[in-house]
């Protein structure tokens, strides 16, 4: 398993079962495949099961693959057994469905009670309440950055752009606000331009985020001249890190550039991004900084 | 002065200067006029300054007025003294224009280092910056509630729905995000769905906030079913209550409505509610709920 031209010496933690194949239950964006490359690269097999609706079916067809409905709990268990699966990993943009368009198989069924219950709360909420399901069944939830840490965020910049003072004061800003609305289990992103709140993240996702100021930008609803103003993105303080830490790849960059702001920061070694190359030449292109930070902005 | 057919025994400031009649600078929305009636039924004559571009032509046209451009301080001064005004109160919606589309005035010219000033911070700072510099020129800001009492929200329903058990844990969710998001002087409403936050306001103002609800809904991004959630809306807690205080209007249940929602709290005593009995018909036609809540949920 040992990796000649990679020696990862800052991988955290060596998967206990590192022996057997991964089962990726895999969402949108290009995170999962950049996870697969590399747990592929380390020499782990890798097991993909793309949900429909969500994985891009181009992204998926190098690697073995098994489509999977949500709600198919039964049809995973078996597809995963029967490869010899124990450690499992969720990695991807998510969409919350509506409970009534899904397709309910019968282990679904049975666990139907338990995935309600975790289904009222937030996010985080469902999410635990799911990996729990997992894990009694025998599969081990393993974080993406746990089997594949180069994905984590490092810190100070990506490409040549610096944050200026007015920027790290927006940046301490918007990280407050982040810490302040953690405990309401909602978004992890903000955008803050010369100390005023631009917008906040909710359930629209980042790119729908994004798009809202360039719109109101381009109505005149934002005092600010383009150029200012920076989008943060943090894990919330209680979440469990197995799941969905904040991320950012190229496309991030395109909208950050096209909100008129001034750049991205990520917390350093709590956020995923992708293709570091492709970052850092689209912020160089863009003229936009992007830079690994601490999670908090003063200590 | 005295009213005979409303004695209005809530009425918590009686204005020093009743003898004088009350400038009025307005933004957009139907606040501003519900206030003009209210401070003329009380025997007061009103002397508008729609601001260009905010106020609509429509409203204003049965009332004295002075159409102004922002950064004309000249000319509001000038009118108003003629006038003999000397209580000014600011009330509607405000966009917050790019500094390089104002023009600028002789005394606005002089007064430019102290507005660039109050203009670096949040809205909390530019307005109190703005009413200070009234106050130096010898005019006194009054809040619209404080000339017109009844326009503050009550507390309680208006309509005939009340928010279930389920829609009063949403309230009591948002309250908690508003005071926790208080102190970053951004927006001052959030909608919470079976304790999921869909949606917070930051500049977007909340029409565009629910507008955006209902566009996720449409395209099945939210798992709750429709006739779930509550819009809240509530004052920043450091706030200067003279201005800008939350508003709802038949406008607000109906995007609400639109966004399927089950209803709409504000904070009794802390919000204004244009056209009561337009918001009572258009709550009932639409199946929500509109109440006002106690400031914390939960004492």
């Known amino acids: 398993m040992a990796d000649a031209h990679d020696p990862a010496p800052s991988a955290p933690h060596k998967p206990a079962d590192g022996d057997t194949p991964l089962a990726m239950i895999i969402g949108g964006g290009s995170i999962p495949v950049a996870v697969a490359d590399a747990v592929t690269r380390r020499g782990r097999r890798v097991v993909l099961f793309p949900v429909r609706g969500w994985a891009d079916p181009a992204a998926v067809g190098t690697f ?6 949500l709600a ?7 597809h995963a057994r029967a490869e010899g699966c124990r450690d499992v990993v ?5 969409l919350r469905p509506p409970l009534h368009t899904l397709r309910i198989d019968w282990l679904t069924l049975r666990l139907l009670p338990r995935i309600v219950r975790a289904y009222r709360g937030g996010d985080d909420h469902l999410i635990s309440g799911i990996a729990r399901i997992f894990e009694d069944h025998g599969f081990r939830v393993v974080a993406p950055h746990e089997v594949a840490p180069e994905i984590l965020m490092p810190a100070g910049p ?12 927006d940046i301490a800003h918007a990280l407050a606000l982040l810490e302040a609305t953690g405990p309401f289990d909602m978004g992890q992103a903000a955008v803050v331009a010369g100390g005023h709140v631009l917008a906040v993240e909710a359930t629209e996702g980042t790119d729908a985020m994004l798009a809202r100021i360039a719109e109101m930008r381009a109505r005149g609803r934002i005092a600010v001249p383009a150029g200012t103003g920076v989008l943060v993105k943090a894990p919330k303080p209680q979440q469990d890190r197995r799941f969905d830490l904040p991320a950012i790849g190229p496309r991030t960059v395109e909208e950050a550039a096209r909100a008129g702001l001034a750049g991205i920061a990520v917390v350093a070694g709590g956020s995923v991004v992708a293709e ?15 830079v690994g930070i601490p999670a908090r902005a003063k200590p």
């Open 158 to 169: 990506i490409g040549s752009r610096m944050p200026s003072e007015r920027d790290r004061a």
């Open 90 to 94: 969720f990695v991807g943009t998510a």
């Open 276 to 290: 570091p190359a492709a970052v850092a030449a689209a912020a160089d292109k863009a003229k936009i900084f992007v």
């Open 72 to 78: 198919q709990a039964g049809f995973f268990r078996r």
């Open 64 to 69: 073995k693959h098994y489509w999977l409905r």
